[in-house]
């Protein structure tokens, strides 16, 4: 199948902006450059600077033109959070050791299992399980979003009932299943990569059609999984790094 012209272009730009040629700040090739430099018309050197921008590549100023936009500097997110003992979030733990203040806002409620998140947990869909929305700050600003899910056959009536409410508030997973007494054994987590969704874009400043990496990630006991998120994070602001025990 021959690519269509806007994408052949879109392509062409996008891979001198990763290899440097086109460095963050520097200003495209203007429409009329474009169409002569790839022989195509007006309309179609349109169409690929509006898809880079939708990416997140570029960045248009009025009166002045299209420019590759400046991103933020990327940080490591390590994912070692596995560990005995811990008290305080994993999340504080980790902005704290990149110097800034770790914090987050959050919203929970009861609600019904799909199937895909019945599945997740080994339940029934339908089963009642308490869902938490998080939008996560680092010095005040969103980075990075995530839903969780636990079975409220597990937690109902307890003082871990809601994740950031009463003594193990902010503790984490792990420290609130200990309280009741569960064990986490094991900490699965399937990373894979999408276009951002428009809610999630608003939410963390990002442009549509940003690429997120999401982080699939589910705790287990000996017998079951307590607990299963959606963890949501910008390409362009982390890069993750995992520690891995060799016993």
Do not use: N
């Not at 705790?219 to 790094?241: K, Q």
């Amino acid at each position: 199948m021959t690519q269509p012209a806007y994408q052949r272009i879109a392509d062409d730009l996008r891979q001198q902006i990763v290899d440097g040629v086109l460095a963050p700040g520097d200003k495209i090739p203007s429409r009329p450059q474009l169409r002569e430099r790839y022989g195509v018309s007006d309309a179609v050197a349109l169409q690929a600077v509006r898809l880079l921008t939708s990416e997140g590549h570029l960045e248009a100023r009025s009166g002045s033109g299209t420019y590759v936009r400046r991103r933020p500097e990327l940080k490591r997110l390590s994912r070692y959070w596995y560990k005995e003992g811990r008290t305080t979030s994993p999340f504080r733990e980790e902005m704290a050791r990149q110097g800034r203040t770790g914090d987050w806002r959050v919203s929970s409620s009861a609600e019904q299992a799909t199937e895909a998140v019945a599945e997740r947990l080994g339940i029934a869909a339908g089963d009642d399980v308490m869902c938490s929305r998080y939008t996560y700050l680092a010095d005040g600003r969103p980075v990075m979003a995530s839903v969780s899910w636990e079975p409220l056959a597990i937690t109902r009536g307890t003082q871990v009932m809601f994740p950031e409410e009463g003594p193990y508030a902010g503790a984490g997973v792990v420290a609130r299943m200990r309280a009741i007494g569960r064990r986490i054994e094991t900490a699965e987590e399937v990373v894979t990569a999408r276009p951002i969704l428009a809610a999630e874009a608003e939410e963390l400043g990002e442009p549509v059609g940003a690429i997120v990496m999401v982080i699939r990630r589910t705790y287990r006991t000996a017998d079951r999984p307590v607990e299963t998120a959606d963890i949501v994070i910008p390409t362009d602001r982390y890069e993750l790094g995992y520690l891995i025990p060799v016993r």
